[in-house]
């Protein structure tokens, strides 16, 4: 996470007053012709990187390609993330919502969505996530500058999230 706010940092097409920061995440089941996990991040409305659990990477920019070419270790860290860690961890998550809902077989897609966004001239820097399963949103959050939520998600949600499994994205 911390090497891709860097990508975000020294991205070429940032402009000089907002800049934004977005992972798009999303995990299906059921779903033919399309991988059980794809996940993208896009640097100032821009993909840098996507990569999928057909064992695909794609480095979008030149900046990103460029980052990961002078670092095989960051290289290695995604591919591990992309690979083996995200798509696991996205697929419990899956299948606690599933569990939770009584949702069995079929087809089944859960967004997941963070952002952080930075205006320099303000200041102001807004964080915002959002999980949302088969189109229906389950839950969100907007976060600003100190990070106090703006609203809170349904209860429902509330006791979805505390059965979600925890985990870091870096060590």
Same mark, same amino acid.
């Given at each position: 996470?911390?090497?891709?706010? #860097?990508?975000?940092?020294?991205?070429?097409? /940032?402009?000089?007053?907002?800049?934004? #920061?977005?992972?798009?995440?999303?995990?299906?089941?059921?779903?033919?012709?399309?991988?059980?996990?794809?996940?993208?991040?896009?640097?100032?409305?821009?993909q840098a990187v996507h990569?999928?659990?057909?064992?695909t990477i794609e480095l979008?920019?030149?900046? /990103?390609? @460029?980052?990961?070419?002078?670092?095989?270790?960051?290289?290695?860290?995604?591919?591990?993330?992309?690979?083996?860690? #995200?798509? *696991?961890?996205? @697929?419990?998550?899956?299948?606690?919502?599933?569990?939770?809902?009584?949702?069995?077989?079929?087809?089944?897609?859960?967004?997941?969505?963070?952002?952080?966004?930075?205006?320099?001239?303000?200041?102001d820097t807004v964080f915002?996530?959002?999980?949302?399963?088969?189109?229906?949103?389950?839950?969100?959050?907007?976060?600003?500058?100190?990070?106090?939520?703006?609203?809170?998600?349904?209860?429902?949600?509330?006791? #979805?999230?505390?059965?979600?499994? *925890?985990?870091?994205?870096?060590?």
């Amino acid at each position: 996470m911390k090497t891709l706010f #860097l990508l975000f940092l020294f991205c070429h097409v /940032s402009s000089p007053v907002k800049h934004s #920061l977005k992972f798009l995440l999303t995990v299906s089941s059921g779903v033919q012709n399309l991988p059980e996990f794809v996940m993208s991040v896009v640097v100032n409305d821009v993909q840098a990187v996507h990569c999928d659990s057909n064992k695909t990477i794609e480095l979008h920019q030149d900046v /990103s390609k @460029k980052l990961f070419t002078d670092n095989p270790q960051l290289m290695e860290l995604l591919t591990g993330q992309c690979f083996m860690i #995200l798509p *696991r961890y996205f @697929k419990s998550i899956l299948d606690t919502i599933m569990q939770r809902f009584s949702h069995r077989g079929g087809v089944h897609i859960v967004e997941f969505v963070a952002g952080i966004q930075s205006d320099e001239q303000t200041g102001d820097t807004v964080f915002a996530q959002c999980v949302a399963e088969d189109v229906f949103k389950l839950w969100g959050e907007l976060l600003v500058e100190n990070r106090s939520p703006l609203s809170v998600p349904p209860p429902d949600v509330s006791v #979805l999230s505390s059965q979600l499994p *925890r985990y870091r994205f870096l060590p």
